[in-house]
């Protein structure tokens, strides 16, 4: 039976642009599958105690920059820490992805257009003609957006979240235990590689 990982993200995040090549391999090179589990981020950071980013006190906005300058050198990505467009809001372009894996197809290749979009080429992922042309170039049919079912499939999938223990973005799910964070993809890969049963709280 092959084994899976539920990934829980939204475009918006880009810590999570940072992590999806890594994962990518990661889930290539163990044969595992991934579950792409967009979810709105704004909702579920008041049902789990956390701050949206203007909220947080200024030293941690600022550790945050720091981050990710670290992190975009590290993975070698192409980041602009604070793109034009952002903030904007994902629920598009995050139920698009959504839209693609019901259809049946793999969102992956929208997912590191979207990425890339928002967060080096500044184009703005809260409008719909930007996600229109972005599935266009990606080879999926742009009618997808308006085939989303509408908000019940993004917040069924923050209910797999809250079920799952989540609280932020990037989060990996393997049997049951949770790397939050791109920078935890290198201890998903050696629990993948050791084959070790599931940590518990």
């Not at 904007?88 to 990425?115: E, T, Y």
């Not at 932020?168 to 939050?180: H, K, M, N, Q, T």
Request: one cysteine or more.
């Amino acid at each position: 039976m092959t084994r899976s990982i539920d990934y829980y993200f939204s475009l918006a995040s880009p810590w999570a642009y940072l992590g999806h090549d890594l994962l990518m391999q990661i889930a290539a090179q163990h044969g595992v599958q991934v579950r792409f589990r967009p979810i709105p981020l704004r909702a579920l950071f008041p049902e789990t105690g956390g701050l949206p980013l203007p909220k947080r006190h200024p030293v941690r906005q600022h550790y945050r920059l720091v981050e990710l300058q670290r992190w975009r050198a590290w993975r070698k990505v192409d980041l602009i820490l604070q793109p034009q467009h952002w903030p904007f809001d994902p629920a598009l372009a995050d139920r698009m992805v959504i839209a693609i894996v019901q259809a049946g197809s793999d969102p992956d290749r929208f997912i590191r257009a979207g990425f890339r979009a928002a967060w080096h080429e500044q184009r703005d992922m809260g409008d719909a003609a930007t996600i229109r042309a972005i599935a266009i170039a990606c080879g999926i049919d742009p009618g997808l957006l308006d085939q989303q079912g509408g908000e019940e499939p993004y917040a069924a999938n923050m209910q797999l979240a809250l079920a799952a223990g989540v609280f932020g973005a990037p989060s990996y799910v393997l049997d049951g235990e949770i790397f939050w964070g791109q920078d935890r993809l290198e201890l998903l890969d050696a629990a993948l590689a050791s084959g070790r049963a599931p940590y518990r709280a």
